[in-house]
């Protein structure tokens, strides 16, 4: 009954939490998929996103560089869409370093 009890409350929360919208120069994309890791290991989320634009198939890496300001690191990843939940970090290696794992078309 206490776990019952425990997601009933925290579903509250979410629903009545304050959000506030900001504004980035992210890329406008479809098909995407998003991912939040610290790959510098600053203490700040950086972001990983794969989809598509107007024009090309994009797989992009975003240093959170704090002020709402996220730059392309230029990663050299391969452009892709279409992924259905495709787009983690991970440290596959065990080295401490974060690694990203992206699929798609
Ligand atoms: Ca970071
Ligand atoms: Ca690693």
New binding site residues.
């Given amino acids: 009954m206490r776990k019952i009890i425990f997601v009933i409350s925290l579903f509250t929360t979410i629903l009545y939490a304050d959000f506030t919208e900001i504004s980035t120069a992210l890329p406008d994309i479809c098909f995407s998929n998003v991912a939040w890791?610290?790959?510098?290991?600053?203490?700040?989320?950086?972001i990983l996103m794969t989809g598509e634009t107007d024009s090309s198939y994009v797989s992009r890496v975003y240093?959170?560089d704090g002020s709402n300001v996220f730059t392309d690191i230029e990663a050299g990843l391969l452009g892709l869409t279409r992924g259905k939940d495709a787009a983690r970090w991970g440290d596959y290696d065990n080295d401490g370093d974060l690694d990203v794992l992206i699929c798609g078309t």
């Fill in positions: 890791g610290d790959y510098d290991s600053d203490g700040d989320l950086d240093r959170n």
